[in-house]
T-cell receptor, first 111, second 113 residues
Framework: SQQGEEDPQALSIQEGENATMNCSYK?????LQWYRQNSGRGLVHLIL?????REKHSGRLRVTLDTSKKSSSLLITASRAADTASYFC???????????FGKGTRLSVIA | DGGITQSPKYLFRKEGQNVTLSCEQN?????MYWYRQDPGQGLRLIYY???????QKGDIAEGYSVSREKKESFPLTVTSAQKNPTAFYLC????????????FGSGTRLTVV
């Protein structure tokens, strides 16, 4: 079952610009997480936001969560060529249910 | 360094053959997971285990089997019953309970020849 759905599917920006990716989900959650995947590699955990939080920052990353709209956004400020990757949102439900991942947004940052 | 190791990085399977993908972690995590990734489809859950000697089916368990005899190890067998096994397989581990991020291995790319 695919819970999260990222938008856009692909995004291309110039170095130094900000990149915004969105994630929508369907059912209630305990937390929402964002991951990055470089081509042909495993995923790397970026940030986790709990359902009772509205915004969280980590370095150049800013995540927001709106549980009333069942949506989240990931903002990468002052993007760099090294930020080129796919970004996935994943939702954690009740108990110990495994994370459910979306299909991802492919970000290309052009130097 | 603590981490999660998948091997091999590339694997080729002949028709009708069973193959086993290895996943080992030294993070002392209780939970381990196997996901399959196909182009444009994100990650789909195959099996997961939250404690030794116990595991549960995910969304696409048919044609796969797992074991969890040790906390550190969670091997995945792709059986001949899996008709379309060509994919990128990702193993992950985490603490149990709410609000834990996953640590992923670097993946195994399986190709049917």
């Amino acid at each position: 079952s695919q819970q999260g759905e990222e938008d856009p599917q692909a995004l291309s920006i110039q170095e130094g610009e900000n990149a915004t990716m969105n994630c929508s989900y369907k059912t209630s959650i305990n937390n929402l997480q964002w991951y990055r995947q470089n081509s042909g590699r495993g995923l790397v955990h970026l940030i986790l936001i709990r359902s009772n939080e509205r915004e969280k920052h980590s370095g150049r990353l800013r995540v927001t969560l709106d549980t009333s709209k069942k949506s989240s956004s990931l903002l990468i400020t002052a993007s760099r060529a090294a930020d080129t990757a796919s970004y996935f949102c994943a939702t954690g439900g009740s108990g110990n249910t495994p994370l459910v991942f979306g299909k991802g947004t492919r970000l290309s940052v052009i130097a | 360094d603590g981490g999660i190791t998948q091997s091999p990085k590339y694997l080729f399977r002949k028709e009708g053959q069973n193959v086993t993908l290895s996943c080992e972690q030294n993070l002392n995590h209780d939970a381990m997971y196997w996901y399959r990734q196909d182009p444009g489809q994100g990650l789909r859950l195959i099996y997961y285990s939250q404690i030794v000697n116990d595991f549960q089916k995910g969304d696409i368990a048919e044609g796969y089997s797992v074991s969890r005899e040790k906390k550190e190890s969670f091997p995945l067998t792709v059986t001949s019953a899996q008709k379309n096994p060509t994919a990128f397989y990702l193993c992950a581990s985490s603490g149990t309970g709410h609000n834990y991020g996953y640590t992923f291995g670097s993946g195994t790319r399986l190709t049917v020849v």
